[in-house]
């Protein structure tokens, strides 16, 4: 005998959406800092001098702190949490808990604000991709 499913009624069955959650579902939309952090650099290491995840500042799930020297030679040491990315110190490994700097949802926007060579180079790097598809298209 063949029945028919409407998938809006499973929201409706007792105890679904609970054990969704129970399953591990949950779970697997943890992310792991230290991973985002990687991911982070290596998007925008073409375009500061120097970028890389702290080995000095413990990275735990839910923040994970990056260093990185802009082409004007500034440091700056970054806080990456599910908010986003903000300085929390001028200088590589440093927190100042009393510095109150607002968070960015990309490290585009957070680099753009920080520093004018980083925005000439990666506007330089799209112009050239650009460029490049044009010339294959």
């Not at 080995?55 to 949490?81: M, P």
């Not at 330089?124 to 294959?136: G, P, S, T, V």
Request: charged letters at 30%; one cysteine or more; glycine letters at 6%.
């Amino acid at each position: 005998m063949e029945t028919d499913c409407n998938p809006m009624e499973l929201s409706s069955v007792s105890g679904f959406e609970e054990d969704a959650d129970l399953n591990g579902f949950e779970e697997t939309d943890m992310k792991d800092m230290k991973l985002e952090a990687e991911a982070v650099v290596n998007d925008v290491l073409f375009a500061v001098n120097n970028m890389f995840v702290s080995k000095n500042l413990r990275c735990a799930d839910d923040v994970a702190y990056i260093n990185v020297e802009t082409r004007e030679r500034n440091r700056y040491c970054l806080e990456l949490t599910e908010a986003g990315l903000r300085v929390v110190g001028y200088a590589f490994d440093q927190v100042d808990g009393h510095l109150r700097t607002p968070y960015h949802e990309t490290v585009y926007s957070l680099l753009d604000t920080l520093s004018p060579a980083y925005r000439e180079a990666f506007g330089n790097a799209l112009l050239q991709r650009l460029e490049a598809l044009k010339r294959d298209g």
